[in-house]
Nanobody, 119 residues
């Protein structure tokens, strides 16, 4: 129903910035929440940031003040601007799209994009 494609990952040094983008295609409902999750080696996948259809953002405590999530409903895209990156931010980042379908929430996931922060 919904296809997500991420882009923007790469190798950067501590203190650098990076911007991730996610484009959604398919049947897009106006009632949805988009977000970014990440999974580091040996760790569970965790929420980084999410944003509702009306633009209300939520952030993990570890990234609040450094990362900014935004969305463009007309283009069906969500962007994660990451500043002051640290080695602890190294992970595979996944775009998430949560939407209502027949009275319940359904999740769609992108393939992931790797972010590596190393000196």
């Amino acid at each position: 129903q919904v296809h997500l494609v991420e882009s923007g990952g790469g190798l950067v040094q501590p203190g650098d910035s990076l911007t991730l983008s996610c484009a959604a295609s398919g049947t897009i409902s106006s009632n949805n929440i988009m977000g970014w999750y990440r999974q580091a080696p040996g760790k569970q996948r965790e929420l980084v940031a999410s944003i509702g259809s009306l633009g209300s953002p939520n952030y993990a405590a570890s990234v609040k003040g450094r990362f900014t999530i935004s969305r463009d409903n007309a283009k069906n895209t969500v962007t994660l601007q990451m500043n002051s990156l640290t080695p602890e931010d190294t992970a595979a980042y996944y775009c998430n799209h949560r939407t209502l379908y027949r009275g319940g929430w359904y999740d769609y996931w992108g393939q992931g994009t790797q972010v590596t922060v190393s000196s």
